[in-house]
């Protein structure tokens, strides 16, 4: 049910935009491009639009939704808390001082490496920070090999302060050319889809969105407590690592594409949770295909509401991810008092 | 089936169990006994392998317990804990059927489901199913834990229960109803060792009693050889009285006058 929304988000998305293309249109290029079938019932021009521009943009939101969704559900499975979220442990505040820090720093640096690396230099500097962090504050809350819970949460709050802190002291030196860089990348955008993005986001989505939903089953034991999984046969420790490592990976790639989008980690598990069920093996693959459609579809408005100017999609996914969250949470608060 | 051979567990120069031998038949009910702080939990963990003694062995089935494999292990023993907080919301039948998470690859099968109902029904809380774990009282939260412990060994009776003071947070009626089920459960030939704060339910229910101080064994026999004014003096510091009770092997035991 869920894989349907999102094959439909995602031809409506790609139909809409300044170049108007309706579903058969669409269905037609599609056919044609992959061979199905040799009429051409569309313009060359909306081919075009829809080959370079649209579905890059459409496979993109896709990976970083699904990215974003899982590794969210899979963090609060691991914290035991349904409020954990990749931006709560400091993994995304990491990649923005990271990526801010090459933004800022561009002239003396930067430019000097030029050709590839300059191109993709804010990408590889937001993912180095998205693993530097999360490999601090893991070291931070780990002794005796054991995971401290409620350490890794005030670790996280503490690395989140001091990186926006560093990144307000950039913000205050950055010229004036740079500043709108900074602040259009820390809102979060798709707006720099190609299929060369595609291609280099893929695998760090493909790999945990393939592996997570198999430890679903650990994920849910997690939650009954660490020595309580431990009793049912779980390698707690390892479980932990592989878990961390595959949620950085997702986030921190997403992070160094399109910047920080909040809340799709934080709303998406939640929703599955509160209509389906808790257990993880429904929520973790769940959440990717549900985050995948509400990223597509939050992506499709943020770029056709003021067009032909484009809203940053984080401002978008607060703005309508925040009521819906506070409905959420009323209305399941009022049914546990029945 | 459980042999614990002059094991040691030290924390830096603190020894938190020391020089501890006995050993726990099947069909057995072991109950352990002592003051808070006299390494009831430690030995707990020592037995299930949370944590290793520096010195001796603990034999598992014939077997050296660091020697099984954890989904080996898990198919062999199940504990209940003290500590069983939640924070996200699982239904009552997904909860117990955690429990059959060693014995399933990543969907339950008909067997699974069938030792998850028998589970309920034995415990007594079938009419629970449906419900949101959070939304439920302490005592039935506990017989929830209890229902997911057992289902994990429900089809092995070769193996070890392991109850962490499981009487805890129940009224009088749930507190027979778990005690006369772990006793039911060791007839069947489990082997079961079972924390427990009630001198009269230990000497009531098990077949051999550990009592413990600061680490140490103080006496180990049938509640008979082991329940008396001496042992439970030096035990838990108390001065009791002991009173001979119709249709009972062993004397009820209550607190004399208050100690000044």
């Known amino acids: 049910m869920l894989l349907i929304l999102l094959l439909v988000v995602v031809v409506i998305s790609s139909c809409v935009g300044a170049v108007a293309i309706t579903v058969p249109e669409f269905l037609s290029i599609i056919a044609n491009k992959t061979g199905i079938s040799q009429t051409m019932g569309f313009k060359p ?89 999360t490999f601090i504050v893991y070291r931070m809350s780990t002794r005796h ?12 709050i503490a690395i989140n302060s001091l990186a926006l802190g560093f990144v307000g002291l950039l913000t205050y030196m950055a010229t004036n050319e740079q500043l709108p860089v900074i602040t259009f990348w820390s809102l979060g955008s798709l707006g720099g889809a190609s299929w060369e993005t595609v291609s280099g986001l893929l695998p760090f989505i493909m790999i945990p969105v393939v592996i997570l939903p198999f430890l679903a089953k650990s994920l849910n034991a997690l939650t009954l407590g660490d020595a309580q999984a431990f009793h049912m046969g779980i390698n707690v420790v390892n ?43 429904l929520v973790v693959p769940g959440s990717a295909i549900l985050g995948a459609a509400l990223l597509t579809a939050a992506d499709m408005v943020a770029r056709t509401i003021v067009a032909p100017a484009e809203l940053p999609i984080g401002i978008l996914t607060a703005l309508i991810g925040t009521p819906v969250f506070m409905y959420i949470i009323v209305t399941e608060r009022n049914k546990n008092k029945l | 089936m459980i042999q614990v051979k002059n094991i040691t567990y030290q924390i830096g120069k603190k020894e938190l169990i020391k020089e501890l031998s006995f050993d726990v038949k099947s069909g057995e009910l072991l109950a352990v006994l002592g003051a808070n702080g006299a390494g009831k939990s430690t030995l707990m963990k020592l037995l299930c392998r949370e944590i290793s003694p520096n010195y001796g062995d603990i034999m598992l089935g014939g077997q050296y317990l660091k020697k099984y494999s954890l989904p080996e292990l898990a198919r062999r023993r199940a504990v209940l804990s003290q500590q069983n907080t939640i924070s996200i ?8 059927m955690m429990g059959r998470y ?22 007594g809380i079938t009419h629970l199913s449906a419900r949101d774990y959070n939304t439920l009282s302490g005592g039935e939260q506990q017989r929830v834990q209890l229902s997911r412990v057992l289902a994990q060994i429900y089809d092995c009776p070769d193996a070890c229960l392991f109850l962490d003071e499981p009487t805890n947070g129940l009224d009088l009626l749930y507190q027979q109803q778990v005690m006369e089920l772990a006793r039911r459960l060791a007839d069947r030939g489990y082997c079961v060792i079972c924390i ?49 009770c119709e249709g009972y092997n062993c004397p009820l035991v209550i607190p004399a006058t208050i100690q000044t």
């Open chain 1, 239 to 281: 479980m932990k690592r592989i878990i961390i490592v595959l949620a950085t990976m997702a986030v921190g790639a997403s992070v160094a594409v399109a910047g920080v989008i909040g809340f799709i980690g934080l709303i998406i598990p939640h929703i599955l949770r509160m209509t389906f069920t808790a257990d993880n093996r």
């Open chain 1, 45 to 133: 021009q909306q081919a075009a639009v829809l080959m370079n521009i649209r579905l890059p943009r459409v496979v993109l939101g896709v990976l970083i939704g699904a990215g974003l969704g899982i590794s969210g559900a899979a963090i609060q499975g691991l914290f035991r808390n349904p409020l954990a979220e990749p931006g709560l442990i400091g993994i995304s505040a990491g990649a923005t001082l990271c990526a801010v820090l090459v933004i800022v720093l561009e002239v003396g640096f930067f430019t000097k490496l030029g050709g590839v690396i300059g191109f993709y230099a804010i990408s590889l500097a937001a993912f180095t920070g998205a693993c530097v962090t």
């Open chain 2, 102 to 123: 060693p014995h399933f690859e990543h969907q339950p099968g008909p067997k699974d489901y069938e030792i998850v109902r028998q589970v309920m029904e034995e415990t």
């Open chain 1, 145 to 156: 090999g054991k995971t401290e819970i409620t350490t890794l949460l005030l670790s996280g």
């Open chain 2, 89 to 96: 919301s699982f239904i009552v039948n997904e909860l117990v």
């Open chain 2, 196 to 244: 427990l704060h009630d001198i009269n339910f230990a000497s009531r229910f098990a077949d051999k009693i550990l009592m413990l101080k600061n680490g140490r064994s103080v006496a180990l026999g049938t509640p008979l050889e082991v329940i008396n004014c001496e042992n439970i003096h030096e035990t838990f510091n108390i001065n009791v009285k002991l009173m001979a």
